[in-house]
């Protein structure tokens, strides 16, 4: 149906033999962004030509960047290659720029599509050919995108940002296609697409590399990603954790726990947290989200979600990427207003405060992408955290007056004594951007807990972390919850850190909560398993 | 009524010019982020080009050349100065530009001098009659010249590689850089584009009956940078529209002067200014600009 490659030279054969030379090879590649340590470190992987790659691993894990560096679009983001290399066909890519990354053959699909909302889907298709310096070729490359995608054939005159999430995607990768790719990279295509459309896309994959395309495919859904790859490599951290071929993979142990949050019993099960609450302060108050609907222009984030979370409870929201996870919190905050419903915390009705009266309920937030002042000290930064409990004004701390100086001096008492149940007391008087990833994410959790919130909401605490850090962080937040009675509304990836700690899971998926109950409920659920493990089950329909 | 008719031709011609230096600017901005305020000065260097240069090369040339010289010193401000702080904060790179006006207006102020240059415009101080309105012929030839190139970049801009290269360089620099858009040529060639642009409006814009090119035409070809804020300064439809509006105020404001008299004299140069604060006040981001959306 397409052909992308006649006009180069192919290997014989459709599978390649193990001894020839890769097309794409990455040798011993570590990635830094600025002062922020390693996002890669010594990573190596060859693709052979016509193979299918997938590359998995958790946000964070550095999957992204992995792209990023082969694409030559790193430096955009501020990121820089350290050491090792990456070739093509013998030739060394590194260090070209994006622009001419693409003329060699290599495109990148940017994660979250990244269309050109104002172009049409006309005009999309042109930019991505235009590369590509034979009128002839690129007109070839229009029919043949819309051959593959008869959709956007469709829809060409309509502007990119009104084609629906699928569509977009096939926008997406169908003007990578026009630059006539060797190797095609595929940043996360499942994001936050519906199971059916996910099989498609996965259909499509297979597709593009059966006319000769090399594939290296990044995804969090691991299920269709094995399925379609043919061989696999797990990121962890900036380290390649696991590869095989990925049949192997799907099949071990490991990948199902880990991305497939199966505990098996063969001792690597996680222990319920056994509650030790300690508490003197009143307990916090019911927060109860009603038949929450969100809507931005046509897209509906959250569609009519209720739960409830009981006092000095840990809920769990969890769901794929796009699920409306994020928008929860952010209602949840007063940040958004929702189109319909409202959430309650004991009389207070919290849809209809705005941030900071909200906050001043003691309801308090970590951001996912962590949200610190990078000059400031660890100690500042928690010392903003208490600002709200702060009553001394401008004036009478600029001059210092004695009320704000004792003010000053208990504040900075309670700070010391929350940096020390978190383990931060040696970092203290060190700037935040020196810090490791990590001790960030501790830092941003610890200037939630200084305001000394009764309600405390996480959004990926754990992102990126390793196992071992993940551990530490479920017990700093268990003990957090028991010494301050606090209730816990926890977003997360991380199926093994939400069943340790979780009373309670919702999970979302596409905005609409599909199941509800126990951790252990949760996950035998069967429509969990299909929408956010991506296990797959047959799938009927064309789903578009 | 003449008169109303008088000004409002006067004032669409003058808002065409205004569109062109405004195109410019927003063109700038899009393609760089950088709000350039040495826009002006860019201006004054390309009409003092061709008003120097007409004598001995005519007309015709010598606006070509004008427009050479503007696009070749905006080029090299983006080269040599803009693109090596690239990154840094909105407003460094301001300040940045306003700097490189203060140098640029410093010099060719000495240079002009106390003279006023003539741009020896083929149609001179005549007049056409309409009923009992009378349009100066170089005000239509503006008028008309301008129209055609501000069609001429919109369907560049709409229908050429250059213009879709442009637009998604403009609406994501990273996405498009991934589809082998190159950003630096794209940043060249918006930066050229606009000091050509602001040439051939300064050229017009001290043609009759303005007197000629002197100190001061920078300064008043500035006003087109409320013209590309009223317009949203991202938004080439945007700037259009701005320098008509700015163009129509300034003129109806000079032309009835004596009525508006409690106001205080020269408040046709001080009305676009006006006007683009009572804009904002009711659409923070422009007519047409995109609003600022912060996802948290």
């Given amino acids: ?174 003007r990578a296609l026009m630059a006539k790719p060797q190797v095609l990279l595929l940043d996360e295509p499942s994001l936050g697409l519906a199971p059916q459309i996910v099989e498609q896309i996965g259909g499509i994959i297979q597709e593009i590399n059966a006319t000769g395309t090399t594939v290296v495919l990044v995804e969090q859904n691991a299920g269709m990603a094995l399925r379609v790859a043919g061989r696999a490599f797990v990121l962890e951290v900036g380290r390649v954790a696991l590869e095989g071929p990925a049949a192997e993979l799907a099949a071990s142990d490991e990948v199902q726990e880990r991305y497939l949050g199966v505990v098996r019993d063969h001792g690597a099960a996680i222990e319920k947290r056994v509650r030790r609450p300690q508490s003197t302060r009143p307990a916090p108050h019911e927060l109860s989200v009603e038949n929450l609907t969100v809507r931005f222009g046509g897209i509906t984030a959250l569609e009519d ?203 979302l998926d596409f905005g609409k909560c599909i199941a509800e109950g126990t951790p252990e409920e949760v996950q035998r659920n069967p429509d969990v398993l299909r929408a956010y493990l991506g296990v797959a089950e047959t799938t009927t329909g064309d789903g578009s | 009524m003449t008169q109303l008719f008088e000004l409002t031709i006067n004032g669409l011609s003058l808002g065409a010019i205004y569109a062109l230096i405004a195109i410019g600017f927003v063109l700038v901005f899009k393609a760089t982020g950088i709000v350039n305020f040495a826009h002006g000065s860019i201006l004054l260097l390309g009409a003092y080009v061709a008003a120097r240069t007409q004598g001995d090369l005519g007309f015709w040339l010598a606006l070509g050349l004008g427009a050479a010289a503007a696009a070749t ?88 590689d250059w213009g879709v290269a442009m637009r998604a360089a403009a609406a994501d620099g990273k996405t498009a850089s991934l589809m082998g858009v190159r950003l630096n040529r794209v940043a060249m060639s918006a930066w050229a584009l606009a000091g050509a642009l602001a040439a051939l409006a300064g050229v017009f814009f001290v043609s009759f009956p303005s007197p000629g090119l002197d100190n001061a035409t920078g300064l008043q070809a500035l006003a087109a940078i409320p013209a590309a804020v009223i317009g949203g300064l991202d938004s080439i439809a945007g700037a259009l529209v701005g320098g008509i509006i700015v163009g129509l105020v300034a003129t109806y404001c000079a032309g009835y002067q004596d009525e508006l008299s409690f106001l205080g004299r020269g408040l046709g140069q001080v009305a676009p200014y006006a006007v683009m604060f009572l804009v904002l006040l009711v659409r923070p981001s422009g007519l047409f600009g995109t609003q600022a959306v912060n996802r948290v």
Wanted: aromatic share 4%.
């Fill in chain 1, 305 to 507: 979600v209720s739960f409830r979370v009981e006092p000095g409870s840990t809920h769990a929201i969890i769901g794929p990427n796009g699920a409306g996870k994020s928008t929860c919190i952010n209602v949840l905050t007063g940040v958004y207003k929702p189109t319909e419903g409202r959430v309650t915390y004991g009389d207070d009705v919290l849809t209809s405060k705005r941030p900071h009266q909200v906050a001043k309920l003691g309801i308090s937030r970590t951001f996912q992408n962590i949200a610190l002042s990078p000059e400031a000290s660890v100690e500042e930064n928690l010392l903003l955290g208490r600002h709200r409990r702060s009553k001394s004004g401008f004036v009478a701390s600029a001059l210092a007056l004695p009320g704000a100086r004792k003010e000053r001096a208990e504040q900075i008492g309670i700070v010391r004594d929350v940096a020390e149940r978190l383990g931060l007391t040696r970092l203290l008087e060190r700037p935040v951007h020196e810090l490791p990833y990590g001790d960030r994410k501790r830092v941003e959790l610890a200037r939630a807990a200084a305001a000394a919130p009764y309600v405390l909401l996480l959004d990926e605490p754990v992102a990126g972390m390793d196992h071992t850090e993940s551990a530490r962080m479920s017990e700093l937040i268990g003990d957090l919850r028991d010494q301050l009675g606090l209730s816990i509304i926890l977003v997360e990836h991380d199926m093994a850190f939400v069943m340790g700690l979780a009373d309670r899971v919702t999970v």
């Fill in chain 1, 1 to 174: 149906m397409i052909d992308n490659a006649t006009d180069r030279p192919r290997s014989p054969g459709d599978t390649p033999a193990p001894t020839a030379s890769p097309l794409l090879r990455i040798q011993n590649l570590t990635v830094s962004y600025g002062d922020a340590g390693a996002a890669l470190s010594d990573v190596s992987i060859d693709v052979a030509e016509r193979e299918i790659v997938a590359v998995l691993g958790s946000n964070g894990a550095g999957k992204s960047t992995l792209l990023r560096a082969i694409s030559g679009s790193l430096a955009l983001e501020g990121g820089q290659i350290e050491s090792g290399s990456v070739e093509l066909a013998g030739q060394r890519i590194t260090g070209l720029g994006a622009a001419d990354v693409v003329r060699r053959g290599v495109v990148q699909v940017p994660e979250g599509r990244q269309i050109f909302k104002d172009l049409t889907v006309e005009e999309n298709l042109r930019a991505g050919g235009l590369a590509l310096s034979d009128r002839s070729a690129r007109r070839e490359g229009r029919d043949r995108a819309y051959e593959l995608f008869p959709r956007l054939a469709e829809r060409r005159t309509q502007k990119g940002g009104l084609l629906s999430g699928g569509e977009q995607q096939m926008l997406a990768i169908g």
């Fill in chain 2, 73 to 160: 010193a905006a080029m090299i401000m983006e080269v040599l100065i803009m693109r090596r702080v690239r990154g840094v904060e909105a407003g460094v790179l301001a300040i940045i530009t306003l700097g490189v006006d203060v140098i640029l207006l410093t010099e060719l102020s000495r240079r002009i001098g106390a003279d006023i240059l003539a741009t020896g415009a083929p149609w001179g101080s005549e007049v056409v009659r309409v009923g009992d309105a009378a349009i100066p012929e170089a005000r239509v030839a503006a008028a008309v010249i301008a129209v055609l190139v501000i069609g001429a970049f919109v369907t560049a801009f709409r229908k050429t």
